[in-house]
């Protein structure tokens, strides 16, 4: 509910005031009418939190079919499985997932079934929850693109690591290389930290699916992250810090190469380093 005639949800407004502080866009995509719409959240007080509002007037098709959510989602400029749809309802989750995006179910009046549990990357007893949910995943963003900077792996090895491939003793990771070679890379302090912050927090409480449980990255479907999840999520950030340069996974690993080189001036170290058999 937005305010207004109607009781906000408890956190709305905590939730709002983060996502605006990180620079996250948001939308509404509500099946009632804009007018309507409109009035509850001036009334509440909400409309300056929201980039976009989409209504069910404003569609051809209402939830559950996922045109809403493929409208907002255009309108706010953002690939639909870049984004995460906060729900109440059984035909909101459906919606979500139809357009492709990441469903969170916070229910209302709507008990959790059985199929909302298999289409909702996760349920929340709050939008409190949501806000911690996402502060996890930015602890898992972080320690990736920290570790991608800070050794210049592949993303293909990245999303391959196992929790036992990290070896803090030596601060070290085993990757395998291209042809399945195992090589050792080394990682300074930063890494060291965004990893452990990640790995004794987030990874730790997380429950992996079966055929998970020892990958170190997990996406929020519980699985091990795919090499188009992290390619994604790359893409994201950057665009937050820097919206008129591509900086893609490649782009990290040519500056932690050059950066090497200019540290060590051998060429043949950058090339052992990066799995090279030429340099």
């Known amino acids: 509910?937005?305010?207004g005639k109607l009781k906000q949800k408890p956190g709305i407004r905590e939730l709002l005031e983060y996502l605006q502080k990180n620079h996250i866009k948001?939308?509404?995509?509500?099946?009632?009418?804009?007018?309507?719409?409109?009035?509850?959240?001036?009334?509440?007080?909400?409309l300056p939190y929201f980039d976009k509002v989409i209504c069910g007037d404003m569609v051809q098709r209402s939830k559950p079919e996922p045109d809403i959510y493929l409208e907002a989602c255009r309108q706010i400029q953002e690939q639909p499985e870049e984004c995460y749809a906060i729900e109440d309802s059984y035909n909101g989750i459906r919606a979500a997932k139809r357009a492709g995006l990441h469903p969170i179910m916070v229910p209302d009046l709507s008990a959790p079934t059985m199929e909302m549990e298999e289409l909702s990357d996760c349920i929340l007893p709050s939008l409190h929850e949501v806000q911690q949910y996402f502060e996890k995943t930015k602890n898992r963003d972080l320690a990736i693109l920290t570790l991608l900077l800070g050794t210049g792996i592949r993303v293909s090895e990245c999303v391959g690591l196992d929790i036992q491939d990290v070896d803090f003793k030596n601060n070290g990771i085993t990757v395998v290389r291209k042809g399945g070679n195992e090589m050792v890379i080394y990682f300074g302090e930063e890494v060291e930290h965004a990893l452990k912050q990640y790995l004794y927090t987030t990874r730790e409480a997380a429950t992996p699916l079966p055929g998970h449980e020892n990958a170190l990255f997990l996406s929020t479907q519980r699985?091990?992250?795919?090499?188009?999840?992290?390619?994604?999520?790359v893409k994201k950030y950057a665009r937050q810090?820097?919206?008129?340069?591509?900086?893609?996974?490649?782009?990290?690993?040519?500056?932690?190469?050059?950066?090497?080189?200019?540290?060590?001036?051998?060429?043949?170290?950058?090339?052992?380093?990066?799995?090279?058999?030429?340099?």
């Open 1 to 3: 509910a937005a305010g």
């Open 26 to 46: 948001a939308a509404v995509a509500s099946s009632t009418r804009r007018e309507v719409v409109m009035r509850e959240l001036e009334e509440g007080g909400l």
């Open 223 to 233: 699985r091990r992250m795919g090499v188009q999840a992290v390619e994604n999520m």
């Open 241 to 279: 810090v820097t919206p008129n340069k591509k900086i893609t996974p490649h782009k990290l690993r040519s500056t932690y190469g050059t950066t090497l080189y200019k540290e060590t001036g051998d060429i043949n170290l950058v090339a052992d380093v990066f799995g090279h058999k030429d340099v």
